[in-house]
Structure formats: C-alpha cells, structure tokens
C-alpha cells in the first residue's frame, strides 16, 4: 500500500499542474519537438545545427572525394546556405582540399574508366564525380576568381562531352551524383554542351531503368520487372535509388534556365515520380525500401525518405508541385524524419547501409547511421526551413 504525504507544501493537485506545466515546457524547447506543420523556421534551424554538429564533431577528419562522403556534402552545402554558419562552409573546403579538388586523381586519358571501380584511373565512373557538385558550389558561394577549385571539374566532364559514348549514368545512384554538376558547371561557363549531353545521358538512362508505368526507376537493368521481381512477386524499386533520382531532378531544376529546349521534359518526368511516391507512402510518413512491396523489407528508412522529403519540398517551394496535393505528404514524413529518424543526441537513426537493393531481414534501426544518410537529411531539412519561411 503506498502512502502520499504532503507537509508545507502547495496542494496536490497546484503541483501536479506545475509538474505539467514544466515538462510541457522541456518539451517545447527540444528542437525535435513540432505540433503543429509547417514548423517554425528558428526550430528547423535549431534541428540543421544540431544534426550537422554532431556530425562533424564525430568526423573531424576529411575523408576521400567518393561517393558517400561527397553525397553528405551536397547536403552540408545547402545547411550552410540557410543557416550562414561558416563552419559548416570551411568543413566543406577542408575536404575538397584534402581532396586536391578532385574525384579520382589519374591524370592518364588513356586509362580512365567509367563502369564501377574505387582506383585512381575511374575518373569517369559518377561515384567520383558528385565531389564536382560541392566544388562548384564552394566556387560560387565565394564568387572567387579562383579557378583551381572547378579546374579538374571542367577537365573530366568535358574529355567525358568529348567522347562518343552516351551510357555513362547506368545506375540510378549516378543520376543525383553526376546531373546537377552538368547544370551547375552550366551555370558557370555558360557551355550549352553541358546541357546538350546532360539530355543525352538521360535518355539513355531511361532506356533502361525507368518503368513508364509505375513512373519509377530499376536501380540498374539488373532489377528490370520480370527478370526481377519483389519478395511477393512485385516491381522491385529500391527506396533509396528513386530517392537519388528524385532529388538529382529537383537539382537538375533548380538550375535549368527556364526556356531550356527540354525543360519540360525533365519537369514532367519529376512530377510523374512526385505522383508515384505520394501514392507509396506509407502511413507513418517513410516509404520501405522496397517502394511497391512493404513486405519485401519492412519498417522504417530514412535515406530514401529524406531524399523524397527534398524533393517535395524543392517542388512546392518552386512552384512545380501543387501545396494543396503534397502538403500532406511532407506533413508525414518530416513527422518521421523529426520524431523517428532523428535521435536526442543529433544521430540520424533509420539509414540503410550502402548496397544496390531492398534487403529481406536486414536490420535497419536507431543505430543505422551513414553520411550519405545525413546529407539526406540535411537536404530535406534544409528544404524545409524555406518551406517554413516562405509560410511564415
């Protein structure tokens, strides 16, 4: 039997609405804390710095120009442009210093390579080449005159224009590592050729991973429906891999000029992905990494989620996509990217390891951390703040 005694003190039930009162507050003031949507912007703030901290506290020492790394700096970029916190910047530079401005380092021609590979000599494989984006955006963010910082940039993609081949984005990952370096390095030398062929590499692209009627992208030509198929039978696409795709278009737009001969082409294929992904997602707000067959590889992912986030955000901030029809659907997943994904201590929880494919029984929980994940997170988190902005 308990025994509750109170001596000199306010009545039980004055404390019991202090108490409330108080934890409500504690709670408030945790910046993964969020009632009502759109959130406030000082929160999305507060919730950018905390997640990009901690990360870099973790990871003080630069790592190589390759693709998980330089995919957590596309993300780091875009923190700093909304939050203005230079160390994020100076973060950035310090790795594309480590890094020589460069992907892959062989300076021979003759033996650049572009189908998989981590060595020296693939320097036209796009695992190497995203590093281009950060370069490019450090060139111009600074309005430097400094052209070492994009001389390697302009050195590989324009030996790659040169030559006659047109399938060198073969995998859906390359789509976001290796499109938006084609309109950024545009934007600066104001060289159409990057255009014509980023038109190009697309079409081929799409030759051979994009499914017409599911509006979806295989991961490559090995996942083709029914060569391959779910666990349940299904159309098998990856999570993360239209998440790459979806966010390289949003960038690709970003950067398109507006009376661009193909345009609309590249902002059709965007909204037709946007309409079915809304109509995947599951109703906690994730989409599973198998997008179509959430028994294939169930419960939450946050990579693929943080990418689709970005995206819909990127469209509604920019006019492409209807408030009305995606609201909701960000509404969701920022509910999951800020309550599930994102830890009390800034780790962002829910990433699947690097792979190519929705694994059955793979185990993706709170500990499942990547950089990739994070640049994910900060994108959409980023993305968000505007949104936030632009409501407020």
Same mark, same amino acid.
């Given at each position: 039997?308990?025994?509750l005694?109170?001596?000199?003190?306010?009545?039980?039930?004055?404390l019991?609405?202090?108490s409330?009162? $108080?934890?409500?507050k504690?709670m408030?003031e945790?910046?993964?804390?969020e009632?009502?949507?759109p959130?406030?912007?000082?929160s999305?703030?507060?919730?950018?710095n905390?997640v990009?901290?901690?990360?870099?506290?973790s990871?003080p020492e630069? &790592?190589?120009?390759?693709w998980?790394?330089?995919?957590?700096?596309?993300?780091?970029?875009? *923190?700093?442009?909304?939050?203005?916190?230079?160390?994020?910047?100076?973060?950035?530079?310090?790795w594309?210093?480590?890094?020589n401005?460069?992907?892959?380092t062989?300076?021979?021609?003759?033996?650049?390579?572009y189908?998989?590979?981590?060595?020296?000599?693939?320097?036209?494989f796009?695992?190497?080449?995203?590093?281009?984006?950060?370069?490019?955006d450090?060139?111009?963010?600074e309005?430097s005159?400094?052209s070492t910082?994009?001389?390697?940039?302009? !050195?590989?993609?324009e030996?790659?224009?040169s030559?006659p081949q047109?399938?060198y984005?073969w995998?859906a &990952?390359?789509?976001?590592?290796?499109?938006?370096?084609?309109?950024?390095l545009?934007?600066?030398?104001?060289? !159409?050729?990057?255009?014509?062929?980023?038109?190009?590499?697309?079409?081929?692209?799409?030759?051979?991973?994009?499914?017409?009627?599911?509006?979806?992208?295989?991961r490559?030509?090995k996942?083709?429906?029914?060569?391959h198929?779910?666990?349940?039978?299904?159309?098998?696409f990856w999570?993360?891999?239209?998440?790459w795709?979806?966010?390289?278009l *949003?960038?690709v737009l970003?950067?398109?000029?507006?009376?661009?001969?193909?345009?609309?082409?590249?902002?059709?294929?965007?909204?037709?992905?946007?309409?079915?992904l809304?109509?995947?997602?599951?109703?906690?707000?994730y989409?599973?990494?198998?997008?179509?067959?959430?028994e294939?590889?169930p419960?939450?992912?946050?990579?693929?989620?943080? $990418?689709?986030?970005?995206?819909?955000?990127?469209?509604?901030?920019?006019?492409?996509?209807?408030?009305?029809?995606?609201?909701?659907v960000?509404?969701?997943?920022?509910?999951?990217?800020?309550?599930? *994904?994102l830890?009390?201590?800034g780790?962002?929880?829910?990433v699947?390891?690097?792979?190519e494919k *929705?694994?059955?029984?793979?185990?993706?929980?709170?500990?499942?951390?990547?950089d990739?994940?994070v640049?994910?997170?900060l994108?959409a988190?980023s993305?968000?703040?505007r949104?936030?902005?632009?409501?407020?």
């Open positions: 039997m308990y025994h005694i109170i001596r000199n003190s306010l009545p039980l039930v004055t019991l609405l202090l409330c009162n $108080f934890s409500n504690k408030s945790t910046p993964n804390d009632k009502h949507f959130p406030k912007a000082d999305v703030l507060n919730i950018i905390l990009n901290d901690h990360w870099q506290n990871h630069p &790592d190589r120009a390759f998980h790394p330089a995919a957590y700096h596309t993300g780091n970029i875009e *923190a700093y442009k909304v939050t203005g916190n230079e160390r994020f910047l100076e973060y950035s530079k310090k594309a210093e480590h890094n401005w460069k992907g892959a062989s300076d021979d021609r003759s033996n650049w390579k189908h998989y590979g981590e060595t020296p000599e693939h320097v036209l796009g695992d190497w080449q995203i590093a281009f984006q950060t370069y490019a450090i060139y111009t963010l309005g005159e400094d910082k994009i001389a390697r940039a302009r !050195e590989v993609m030996y790659q224009m030559t047109e399938d984005w995998w &990952d390359g789509l976001y590592m290796v499109m938006p370096v084609m309109t950024k545009y934007k600066i030398t104001g060289n !159409e050729h990057y255009l014509d062929k980023l038109y190009e590499y697309f079409q081929y692209a799409n030759s051979i991973m994009y499914d017409e009627q599911a509006g979806l992208y295989y490559d030509a996942y083709v429906f029914p060569q198929k779910s666990l349940n039978g299904k159309k098998d999570a993360r891999g239209d998440g795709v979806f966010a390289g *949003a960038k970003q950067d398109l000029p507006e009376d661009y001969e193909h345009r609309a082409f590249f902002e059709e294929r965007f909204k037709d992905m946007a309409e079915a809304k109509n995947a997602q599951q109703n906690a707000g989409w599973t990494r198998s997008i179509l067959d959430p294939h590889a419960g939450p992912e946050t990579s693929g989620t943080a $990418f689709f986030t970005y995206g819909f955000l990127w469209g509604m901030n920019n006019g492409v996509l209807s408030k009305e029809t995606y609201q909701p960000v509404e969701k997943s920022w509910q999951y990217l800020n309550k599930v *994904a830890q009390e201590n780790e962002i929880g829910y699947q390891p690097i792979g *929705a694994i059955p029984g793979q185990i993706v929980d709170k500990n499942s951390t990547a990739f994940g640049g994910a997170y994108l988190a993305e968000m703040y949104f936030a902005q632009k409501q407020q």
